[in-house]
Structure formats: C-alpha cells, structure tokens
C-alpha cells in the first residue's frame, strides 16, 4: 500500500500559470520534504517542513512556496512556473529528524511537471 | 563541502554480481544510503548503513563502508534483469536529515 502519495503523476501547465502539486502521507510522520530532480540529475531538496515550521534551502527560487495545512498533506506551489521548472518533483516524508536515530527518507512516486 | 560522486554506467550480465561505487566528503554524515530509481518513478528505499559500521547485508544487497576513505558501494549478487535502474547513494547532512544524493548509476542488465 501506498504511504507517501502524490497527485497528479502528471501535470502540465502553461508558462507563467500557477500550479500546485500535492502530497499526502499515512505514515503520521513529522518531517516532510520536497525536492526537485531535473532530468538526469540527482534530486535536490528545495524545502522541509518539521510539523508546522518551514525551512527553506538557501537557494530555493522565491517563485517556489509550500503549505503544510496538517500531518498528513503537503502542497508545493510553484506562483510562475518558467520553462526551467519542468522537472520531476518528489515528496519524502521521516518520523523525526536523523539526531534521534536511523530516520529514513521514504518517497512517493513522483510528480513529472511540464511546462507550455 | 557536500558532494556525493558515482560513476554514471555499469553494465553486467544477468546472474553476476554487479558493485556500484560512490564517494563522499561529509565525514558527519551519519547514515549513508542507496536508493533505486525506476524510469519515470520515484525513489525507493533499499538499504542504509550507519557510519560506525564497515559492513550491512540484506538478502542479495552487501553494502561496504570505508569511512576512512569515504567510500561506500553496493554489491547486488545474482543481478536480474529487474534490477535495471539507476541508484542513487545519498549522505546525510545536518541535524534536518538533509540528503545530499550522489550523481546516480544507471545499472543496465543484459539478459
């Protein structure tokens, strides 16, 4: 069964439009993260969330925001997308941060985001 | 600095055994893992090895740990035609669990 979910697998949007990508986990775990993995590269974190408090990666877009409204669901929200943001966007959830032991990272299946 | 490298292709046969190579720079990182990558799918979790131990074994997967040198691999034995994907390593980085992944090895399986 799936733990980390996200819709759509698939969206398309046109250049400039917002967009919202969504993520929902049944796992109840603290930690919810967001990255960003271009084609043939390696997947880069964009942001985090422990419970309700944000944190932002230094060289995150500003075009790039998020919501985390409880435990289970996050939103990515892209305000104007550029052609440089089409990417596959993953959604990774832990229990706690790595201090308090082996804590890893467990991924859905992707978002794959194009941009017309 | 944080950077994570892996050679970019291996190529083997179905039933022999294929090692995936990778090096790193943060001698904190505490948890090191490698993670499988189907074409259009996410990341699935295979194994990870804490940094105080040399070596993890996990059915057919064998992860070697030389912290010294700051290399870690990944040894699949009996490698089968659906063990074709690419794998990332990845360290972890900072109290967040901030995964720092490696460039990815596509690992193509001939029958």
């Known amino acids: 069964d799936a733990m980390v979910i996200q819709n759509p697998r698939y969206q398309v949007t046109q250049f400039g439009k917002p967009v919202t990508l969504s993520c929902s986990q049944t796992?109840?775990?603290?930690?919810m993260y967001w990255y960003q993995q271009k084609s043939s590269q390696a997947p880069k974190l964009l942001f985090h969330?422990?419970?309700?408090?944000?944190?932002n990666e230094a060289d995150t877009p500003d075009n790039f925001q998020s919501r985390r409204p409880n435990t289970s669901f996050c939103f990515l929200d892209i305000r104007s997308p550029g052609l440089g943001d089409a990417a596959m966007y993953l959604c990774?959830?832990?229990?706690?941060?790595?201090?308090?032991?082996?804590?890893?990272?467990?991924f859905g299946d992707g978002t794959r985001l194009s941009i017309l | 600095g944080e950077d994570v490298e892996q050679s970019l292709f291996l190529s083997v046969r179905e039933g022999d055994s294929s090692v995936i190579n990778c090096t790193y720079t943060?001698?904190?990182?505490?948890?090191l893992y490698w993670y499988k990558q189907e074409p259009g799918a996410g990341l699935q979790l295979l194994t990870y090895?804490?940094?105080?131990?040399d070596m993890k074994q996990d059915q057919r997967l064998t992860v070697l740990l030389n912290k010294k040198d700051k290399h870690l691999s990944l040894r699949i034995a009996d490698t089968q035609t659906g063990d074709s994907a690419i794998y990332f390593c990845?360290?972890?980085?900072?109290?967040?669990?901030?995964?720092?992944f490696g460039t990815g090895t596509l690992l193509a399986v001939q029958p």
């Open positions: 990774a959830t832990s229990r706690e941060y790595i201090g308090t032991g082996d804590q890893p990272q467990h």
């Open positions: 969330y422990y419970d309700k408090d944000f944190n």
């Open positions: 796992l109840n775990h603290n930690v």
């Open positions: 090895i804490f940094s105080n131990m």
């Open positions: 990845a360290e972890s980085s900072g109290a967040t669990n901030k995964l720092i």
């Open positions: 943060d001698s904190s990182s505490t948890y």
